[in-house]
């Protein structure tokens, strides 16, 4: 296809994708907001949110395949290497702001701001302009700062701001030494958890989750930090898209808090929930479940198993094991022991739900049966940037873990090794949840 050609076909494309994009607002019940209101739309917070999703996918590959194409090279090089959104975000999480202007909906002044947070105000009037030049904040008047839709994300309120918090902290620190741990002993052919960029940055002699668990004043951020990737990837349209019928017993594996087990034992009061995750994360779930929902404990709905998937599991013969956002924290030698285990747990009714990110195929293969959406031409196979996140969390692997995103088939393979069969793949856009039984 010529330059051309594939020019006119991605403006398709974006008419297209902004025309579904809409359609999904008004479906919700109401349209668009202007990026400047700060009511949150009911498509904000629904669970159901594929259908924006693909659009957005759609959309933002389109629009990034065609900015790239028409752009001098040296202009869209250029752009990347110079991202100053993270230390701007950081500096604005840490500062507070969106908090203070929440109580100012006409707008602050940056000099008062400036003496409420004691940041020198030039200083700061600049992070807020870069940043309202992107759409997060609106410069309401010259040097008046307001809240807007992208900037509430970042209140102390909002899970979204603890998952900010989080990726900065760690991708900022371990992006400095990566070079160093590429190409030097003895972490340049290592796997192991303890080599990852960021424990070499912190010099902590252990792995990520070591490291969590022996700072507790930094576990309940975490644990927000994944409520806000399972909002951001939409993980609850799982409710919607799986067939739980005949489900009487779930454990929920590396459940965390319990982001999926609590408004899964919310939506199906017949099934008995076994969470299982470390010390610090099961304390911290007890609190939340008597706070929140005390139902589930008064009447023997839930259990909290202080556990390690990586030993044999107490667990048996559950109708279904979930593990969500799990898997890729682990080196395919570890990844395969938890399926080992799991595996064992398993009877022959049982079913395995692996929920993951899936690193898509950049290339089309002639002939071979693709189980999830494939791009149109002329975009990307994967969609581009369209799956910009999958690749940003594949590296964010890399740099506190030591690990990888895996593809479907590099998941499936491991899943033989351990020996189960996969029954099917379901596509939610960003995530993937893959489907096994023990095999035969
Ligand atoms: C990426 S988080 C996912 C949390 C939750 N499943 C979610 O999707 O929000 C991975 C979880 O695995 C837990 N974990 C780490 N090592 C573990 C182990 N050896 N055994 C059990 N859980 C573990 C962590 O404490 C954390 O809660």
Known sequence: ????????????????????????????????????????HPLDISDDTSGLKKAIRLLEGA???????????????????????????????????????????????VDELSKKIDIDAGKLSRILRFLAARHCFTEVDADVFSNNRL???????????????????????ASTVLWENLTTQPYTRSHELHDAPLMQALQFK????????????????????MVGFGQVAGSRCVFYDYNWDGCKTLCDLGSGVGNFSMPLARLHPEIHVSMLDLPGPMAQARALWAQEYPTAIEEKRVEFIEGDFLRPLSVKDQDIYYVPNCLHNWSDDAALVILENICQAMGSHSRLLVHDSIIRPLTRTPGKR????????????????????????????LLAFNTSERTLDELKNLATKAGLVMEGVLDMVEMCMLEFRVAA
Not at 88 to 107: F, K, N, Q
Not at 210 to 215: A, F, L, V
Request: proline share 8%; charged share 20%.
């Open 370 to 397: 693709v189980d999830i959406d494939e791009a149109p031409g002329p975009l990307l196979p994967n969609f581009g940037i369209g799956s910009a996140r999958s690749h940003n969390l594949d590296i964010t692997m």
């Open 151 to 173: 900037s509430l994300m970042l209140h102390s309120a909002n899970p979204i701001r603890d998952l900010a918090y989080i990726q900065l902290n760690s991708n900022i620190q």
């Open 1 to 40: 296809m010529s330059a051309k050609a594939q020019i006119e076909a991605l403006l398709a494309l974006i008419n297209n994708a902004a025309h579904q994009a809409i359609a999904e607002y008004d479906k919700a019940g109401k349209e668009v907001p202007t990026l400047d209101s700060v009511e949150p």
């Open 63 to 109: 629009c990034e395949q065609l900015c790239v194409t028409l752009a001098p090279p040296s202009h869209t090089i250029t752009k990347r290497t110079q991202n100053c959104d993270w230390p701007c975000i950081m500096a604005v999480i840490e500062a507070r702001v969106p908090d203070i202007l929440a109580g100012h909906p006409g707008g602050l002044h």
């Open 206 to 225: 252990g792995s990520y989750y070591e490291w969590i668990e022996s700072q507790p004043e930094k576990r309940p951020t975490f644990q927000r930090a």
